[in-house]
């Protein structure tokens, strides 16, 4: 998953330039065989080598950060630049956005977000924005959205023609193909917040059609997966909201509890 580190990426060194290696876990680097003498040539490589492995600019940051001051510190966790994206804008947007693996456009309307994540540009859709024949039951996907400040959003490219219009390519490590059944529906969307995941489902002829549910991998035992705290909804615009509240609010309490506010001393006195 992209909030999670890959077992190798590229960088190259801040002072000459080289290119090199880094692996998850293990400290320094690596001097690679595809190193040059051209700095900028070195810098296109290991920008190539990442995106075609599908490694994101957090993993990046998050493994050099990892290989120089050791993988407890809190920058060798990707997620860490997610949660201090800055803002960048939002428009509205009207197009298509490709399957991943076949040659299938879907018409997506909604916003797109720009975000700058350790200070690369990146493009996020809005959940909203999707059609069902894309995120829904009868799909092949099960979206894997990036949690950006604590909202989930479903990292793209963008392509823009002449007249406007834009295609969106999803980025990699964000869907899986698994097709998942809990209590009947299926899993069309999950996100991890810390240690707690909330995931979003589907029944076609339920009578509540949608629902989302909270688990905590880490309390589960051999017997599978344990999801609770289901809402159920017949409304699919009001579902996806539900999805994208429920990890906001687990994100912000997670937060709360890693930096309680601090006690007014002065008017305790």
Not at 230 to 235: L, R, W
Request: hydrophobic share 30%.
């Amino acid at each position: 998953m992209r909030n999670e580190l890959p077992e190798l990426c590229f960088s190259t060194l801040p002072d000459t330039g080289q290119l090199i290696t880094l692996k998850s876990y293990e400290r320094g680097y690596f001097p690679s065989e595809w190193n040059t003498d051209d700095k900028a040539h070195n810098l296109e490589i290991a920008q190539f080598q990442n995106r075609k492995l599908g490694i994101t600019p957090a993993q990046q940051q998050a493994m050099e950060c990892g290989s120089m001051f050791g993988w407890t510190s809190p920058g060798a966790n990707p997620q860490f630049y997610l949660d201090k994206a800055v803002y960048g804008a939002s428009n509205f947007v009207m197009g298509h956005i490709k399957h991943p693996t076949m040659s299938v456009l879907y018409p997506v309307d909604g916003a797109l977000y720009h975000y700058y994540i350790g200070g690369e540009r990146a493009y996020y859709l809005d959940l909203s924005a999707l059609p069902s024949t894309f995120m829904g039951r009868d799909s092949d996907l099960t979206l894997l959205p990036d949690l950006v400040r604590g909202r989930p959003y479903l990292p793209v490219r963008v392509e823009q023609s002449e007249n406007g219009s834009c295609t969106f390519q999803v980025e990699a490590g964000s869907y899986s193909f698994d097709k998942e059944i809990n209590a009947t529906y299926r899993i069309i969307a999950r996100v991890q917040v810390g240690p707690t995941e909330v995931a979003m489902g589907e029944h076609p002829t339920a009578p509540a059609q949608f629902v989302t549910w909270e688990r905590t991998p880490a309390n589960e035992s051999d017997r599978g997966k344990n999801y609770y705290w289901g809402h159920y909804s017949s409304d699919r615009t009001g579902i996806i909201e539900d999805f994208c509240d429920r990890a906001k609010t687990e994100f912000d309490l997670q937060q709360h509890r890693r930096n309680p506010p601090q006690r007014d001393t002065d008017l305790e006195r």
